[in-house]
């Protein structure tokens, strides 16, 4: 990083780029800054050196579960609306629910093993991953995943219709008009056909929280164009970086994240005069 930093600005300016992800994301370059690692010692080091002017701080604000919050959308499970209207922690619900037990009663490991699946179900996890991450049997797991989708029915039936669509088109769009083509979807090679059913899936989920982020991007923007007290520093996914009067900022770039219809989106937020600093405040809070 330090052999990037421009000579005229001493700064680093990197480069993000529309059309490289399949997805819609934006992707990072020289350096990409959207793949620093966030619990090792190094990616706590590189973040430390992102600073801001004197008399500023740096603040994040990402996406609470977007991708979560646009699957119960999608699909209209009500539980998962429910639980994200009312700020219940999705992860304990799914445990609760699954187990058959009170939200109080969730111990730690159930809530990983949900938390597991509910991310996990967008990328089209098996028993045998599931199995791997929480470290529970195959047959556990393969349990565990039937009772998601009886508690889920929606969901389960959202990703079918996708899959059903996705052979018929050979390619997928999503709600606000983004398509992707897999015409390999119906390859007489059964994995080969798989990954592009998990694909698709996927793609009408991140490829729409993607979409989600450059709307609020261009939301923010034309609030603060012209002034000169706060500017959008860097992307990554579902995190904005800012550099700004930190108690002025937030109300006016949450409300410009959450502006996005017809999803009922919510951000965490945290400040601090470094990056790594702003990341910690976001996650003790």
Not at 107 to 115: G, V
Not at 238 to 263: H, I, Q, R, S, T
């Amino acid at each position: 990083m330090p052999e990037l930093i421009n000579k005229n600005t001493n700064r680093i300016h990197r480069s993000f780029n529309q059309t490289i992800a399949v997805t819609g994301r934006l992707s990072s370059t020289e350096p990409n800054l959207q793949n620093i690692p966030v619990r090792t010692e190094d990616g706590k080091k590189i973040r430390k050196a992102f600073i801001a002017n004197e008399g500023y701080k740096i603040f994040s604000i990402d996406y609470s579960q977007v991708e979560l919050r646009i699957i119960a959308s999608l699909s209209g499970q009500e539980s998962m609306i429910d639980a994200f209207i009312k700020n219940i922690d999705i992860h304990t619900q799914t445990a609760s629910l699954i187990n058959n037990i009170k939200i109080e009663e969730v111990t730690k490991p159930q809530r990983y093993a949900a938390k597991a699946i509910n991310f996990g179900i967008l990328y089209g996890m098996g028993a045998r991953k599931l199995s791997r991450e929480t470290g529970i049997t195959f047959n556990e797991a393969k349990e565990y995943i039937e009772k998601y989708f009886k508690i889920n029915d929606k969901i389960e039936k959202y990703i079918s219709e996708i899959i059903k669509i996705s052979h018929r088109d050979e390619f997928i769009e999503n709600l606000f008009g983004r398509k992707r083509y897999f015409k390999e979807i119906n390859s007489s090679e059964q994995f080969i056909s798989s990954a592009a059913e998990r694909m698709a899936v996927n793609m009408t989920i991140q490829g729409l929280a993607a979409d989600i982020m450059k709307l609020a991007m261009i939301n923010i923007y034309e609030k603060i164009k012209n002034r000169d007290d706060i500017k959008m520093l860097i992307q990554v996914h579902d995190e904005l970086v800012f550099k700004g009067l930190e108690e002025n900022e937030k109300p006016l770039v949450a409300e410009a994240m959450c502006d996005v219809k017809p999803f009922k989106l919510r951000v965490e937020y945290g400040s601090g005069s470094n990056w790594w600093e702003a990341f910690q405040d976001k996650e003790n809070k």
